[in-house]
């Protein structure tokens, strides 16, 4: 059985802005409004419920609450070099450099802010603090770019 939460519908969404070194378009600065969607698989428990939807709602909204409307860069990136000081964060990458208040900017410990590395590093972070009941046999989270337009991450636990 799947539990499906459509963050559309449940406001679990946020906007920022990247990009994506080397690439022929998104290599600029350039922003989306993002979409969260996440699916559980697993049968129904003794409460009536794969899980409880409102457990699961509540941590999305935190995960995202340091995203929305962030520069978002990351930190294990070959072609993305970061320069952090209290004030501020220069990443320099491919021949440009920006500079960004530090307030601005979320830092993430992926190799690169795709919609493809961030619904993992979202899964991932589900998957560890989350005390998902033994019913429950994988979590996955999408990230729309834009509609029509997902990236999905599976576990299984």
Not at 3 to 10: A, M, P, R, W
Not at 12 to 23: G, N, Q, T, V
Not at 97 to 125: G, N
Request: aromatic share 6%.
């Amino acid at each position: 059985m799947l539990l499906n939460i459509d963050g559309g519908y449940s406001g679990i969404r946020f906007s920022a802005c990247h990009f994506i070194p080397r690439h022929e378009k998104c290599s600029r600065l350039h922003g989306h409004s993002y979409i969260v969607r996440l699916e559980l698989e697993g049968d129904i428990g003794e409460e009536g419920m794969i899980m409880d939807f409102v457990v699961l709602k509540k941590k999305l909204k935190e995960i995202i609450e340091g995203l929305d409307h962030k520069t978002l860069l990351p930190t294990l990136s070959k072609d993305v070099k970061l320069n952090v000081t209290e004030e501020s964060v220069e990443a320099v990458s491919c021949g440009k450099r920006y500079v960004f208040p530090r307030e601005d900017v979320t830092l993430l410990d992926i190799p690169t802010t795709t919609a493809e590395e961030m619904s993992k590093m979202m899964t991932l972070r589900m998957v560890a603090e989350i005390d998902f009941p033994e019913n429950v046999r994988s979590v996955s989270v999408g990230l729309d770019e834009e509609r029509g337009q997902t990236a999905w991450y599976r576990e299984v636990l």
